[in-house]
């Protein structure tokens, strides 16, 4: 049975660890911008009558559009913290390729070694 690793190509990995960890920042920095803003007044007759405006559809649509909103602001912090874990996981699982493939070789060139210094017979006698 060959298996997945046996013919994945590691050799791209650094940068897409990079991306995913890069891109679970972007998700990070998405999210704290998704809280809700206040109106500020303005200056003069019409930006007080702006922020009049704005004062009220806000009062008038918080029942409908508040908790969709809190909704999405918990899927949002869901999601940047899963691709948080989800990028530090990924790059634990490459460091331990790694540790494993130099431990591989390093076992390998012992077995080499062993097998030209002293050749044996199938029963485990020297010839």
Avoid: C, K
């Avoid at 109106?39 to 559809?57: I, K, N, T």
């Avoid at 909704?71 to 699982?93: M, S, V």
Wanted: aromatic letters at 6%; proline letters at 3%.
């Amino acid at each position: 049975m060959s298996h997945v690793w046996a013919t994945t190509d590691f050799s791209n990995r650094d940068m897409s660890t990079n991306q995913l960890d890069a891109r679970a920042q972007r998700l990070h920095r998405l999210w704290l911008t998704m809280a809700p803003t206040h109106a500020q007044p303005r200056s003069g007759l019409r930006g007080r009558v702006v922020f009049r405006m704005q004062v009220l559809v806000r009062r008038l649509t918080y029942w409908y559009v508040e908790p969709r909103m809190e909704a999405q602001r918990e899927i949002d912090a869901e999601l940047a913290r899963f691709a948080t874990e989800t990028a530090a996981a990924l790059d634990a699982a490459l460091r331990e390729i790694d540790r494993l493939a130099d431990l591989t070789d390093r076992l390998q060139r012992q077995l080499a070694a062993t097998s030209q210094g002293g050749r044996t017979t199938r029963e485990g006698s020297p010839t």
